[in-house]
């Protein structure tokens, strides 16, 4: 009747954001294993223990089963847990937890039935934040929205699917250059459609991660081994440094993507809308936007590499690391990373420039004239 | 040394493609790598995880914002859109974080042998440590949407100065939107090759999607793109509104 279409656009969002996570938050039964809710929770402060950092705290917790042929019954479970809580939990009423029964008391068993907590049940939060996200980008971005979710979705599949590929170990530089090569042309081309534009980014793009990785190897061979054992997580047993190369090659792809599509994005607008347009023109043009965006951009990736960090680095500096023995094992090669991005977004900037001009060649002796 | 060879090469060719602004990049670069080794000294020696957060965000901000770009109205208005959407997304974070205890160690660390060993009662909140690091890694990309929405409007202001706010309010907008895209690439391929160890580990042990869902280490691993996404989606209309303001505001 009278429901304005701004109401009406809340409405929907906010229908889009309440059902998928209540629906998580309420499917236990549709898992096979047991599943237990917490509905109370009693907790105890014990005394601090003499020259001890954190404060431990005990819970009694009841769970009871959302799901199994036990579903309704309530258990009590034991649980404590300390002020960092890097490997104890505080639980909290309302939350679901993935349970095991019929665990030996040694292996963390509690009770009679030997109740032992094995996780938690995360789906809902993963639901609302994604619903969250896509209603914002709708909100917010409107129809742009549907061609950057096809773009990540792809990116993301494509990724999935490789991994099943990587972990066979065989034939790594192939697999890391067809997947390179399916990101770069897949996302450039969803987001920005069949042009000389995307035409430019794309071979801009893969020129400078060709060039970043020929300067890598040849940066490597004349400094002697690297020590890739001390990467965090990886497997000795593993090609580890192509698997790190093929990570180096990944986590640039997305910053110098950005700088050739705002170069050639540039070049583009100043080639058809400029009266005159003189090859020293774009040049200046081409220095001027890259000034702007080649800082923030190194920015991104530094502040998205250390951020993810700074738990496992205060951890290790409470175990007696310093600084320099911090950044001097694992570190290294995150630093490394970030100096392989920042490399990679300033390299791009000459690179799209050249593609930009050479695609737009007569256009330009044509106007310059 | 690989280290350093990289880094003079960097050196090198940001003098040579970005002249004087380009070393002044470089320059904050290497404050912002000083700012932040100095606030993980301070949370160690002082355990106060927000306080120190707080004073070194204001830090990274006065070098990348007001050091690197001059301070005007351009600053000013990407300097006041960051500070309320990280304040939103901080609090955000915090009851996420709590409601779903995803800060600590999750299921992957028993694979980083390094860390597994450690003693981790260190009386420093793991749950206050994981805000802090959504709070600093977002930091980046809403900082360059926030300054590449307001430079394009305070441009289209220069040449059009007849523009009122609503119209320029529009205009930024766009330029938003039109970043949006490659903004979500960089962080989703930042992450994909950061974290690419653990998501061999992940494709190893054949998880399936809902097991993924499910994981604590995968929440974790992912929970930072996903807050810095929603930072740079909320702060381009903020910075448009914002930016709209303060130069269409009368002299």
């Known amino acids: ?369 | 040394m690989i280290i350093f060879v990289l880094l003079m090469i960097l050196l090198f060719l940001l003098g040579i493609i970005g002249d004087e602004r380009g070393v002044a990049s470089m320059f904050t670069f290497l404050g912002n790598i000083v700012v932040f080794f100095v606030s993980l000294i301070a949370i160690f020696r002082t355990g106060n995880v927000y306080a120190v957060t707080f004073v070194a965000i204001m830090g990274f901000l006065l070098l990348t914002l007001f050091a690197q770009n001059g301070f005007n109205k351009k600053t000013i208005s990407a300097f006041s859109a960051i500070i309320v959407i990280l304040s939103i997304v901080g609090i955000f974070s915090v009851i996420l974080i709590k409601i779903s205890s995803m800060a600590g160690f999750g299921e992957m660390y028993i694979y980083d042998e390094e860390v597994a060993f450690l003693e981790n009662k260190i009386g420093i909140s793991a749950q206050s440590l994981l805000v802090a690091s959504i709070l600093i890694g977002i930091l980046g990309a809403i900082t360059d949407t926030a300054l590449s929405v307001s430079s394009t409007m305070y441009e289209v202001y220069e040449h059009n100065p007849a523009l009122d706010a609503g119209e320029l309010n529009r205009s930024g907008k766009h330029v938003g939107w039109d970043i949006l895209g490659t903004t979500f690439s960089t962080l989703v391929f930042a992450e994909i090759g950061q974290g690419f160890f653990i998501w061999l580990i992940f494709a190893k042990n054949k998880y399936t999607f809902i097991s993924l869902i499910n994981s604590k280490s995968f929440l974790q691993q992912t929970f930072l793109i996903i807050m810095a996404s929603l930072g740079s989606l909320l702060i381009i209309p903020l910075t448009s509104r914002i930016t709209a303001k303060i130069l269409t505001a009368k002299k």
């Not at chain 1, 020259?51 to 009694?60: F, L, N, P």
């Not at chain 1, 309302?94 to 068993?109: D, E, R, S, Y």
């Not at chain 1, 996200?133 to 699917?161: K, T």
Request: aromatic fraction near 12%; glycine fraction near 8%; include cysteine.
């Open chain 1, 1 to 369: 009747m009278f429901i304005s279409k701004r109401f009406l656009k809340y409405l929907i969002i906010l229908v889009i954001l309440i059902i998928p996570t209540v629906v998580t938050f309420n499917d236990c039964k549709l898992y096979k294993e047991p599943i237990g809710s917490i509905t109370t929770v009693h907790t105890e402060k014990m005394p601090l223990k003499h020259g001890a950092s954190d404060q431990t705290y005990k819970q009694t917790l009841t769970i009871k089963l959302m799901n199994t042929s036990d579903v309704g019954n309530s258990y009590k479970y034991k649980n404590s847990y300390t002020t960092s809580q890097f490997a104890t939990t505080q639980y909290r009423k309302g939350q679901c937890v993935f349970l095991k029964t019929n665990v030996a008391a040694k292996n963390g068993g509690y009770g009679e039935n030997g109740l032992k907590i094995i996780g938690q049940k995360y789906d809902y939060i993963w639901a609302f934040m994604i619903s969250l996200l896509v209603c914002l980008l709708f909100a917010i971005a409107g129809r742009r929205a549907v061609l950057i979710i096809a773009s990540l979705s792809m990116n993301l599949i494509v990724f999935a699917l490789g991994m099943q590929k990587i972990i066979r170990f065989k034939d790594l530089e192939m697999l890391t250059l067809c997947m390179t090569s399916i990101f770069i042309v897949a996302s450039l081309i969803i987001l920005y459609g069949f042009s000389k534009k995307s035409f430019g980014a794309i071979l801009s793009s893969s020129t400078t991660v060709l060039m970043v990785f020929g300067l890598y190897m040849l940066i490597v061979h004349f400094s002697g081994r690297i020590e890739y054992e001390y990467i965090d997580y990886a497997n000795i047993s593993e090609p580890i440094e192509q698997l790190y190369i093929s990570s180096l090659i990944f986590s640039l792809l997305g910053a110098v993507m950005d700088v050739s599509i705002t170069i050639n994005s540039t070049v583009n607008e100043i080639v058809m809308k400029a009266g005159q347009s003189t090859l020293s023109n774009i040049v200046k043009s081409i220095k001027g936007v890259s000034n702007d965006i080649m800082g923030t951009m190194i920015n991104v990736m530094f502040f998205t590499f250390v951020g993810d960090e700074i738990p496992i680095y205060i951890l290790k500096m409470s175990n007696g690391y310093d600084i320099i023995t911090l950044f001097s094992n694992g570190a290294v090669f995150e630093i490394i990373r970030l100096l392989i991005g920042a490399i990679g977004i300033v390299l791009a900037v000459p690179v799209s420039g050249f593609f930009a001009v050479i695609l737009r060649h007569k256009m330009i002796v044509k106007k310059g004239a």
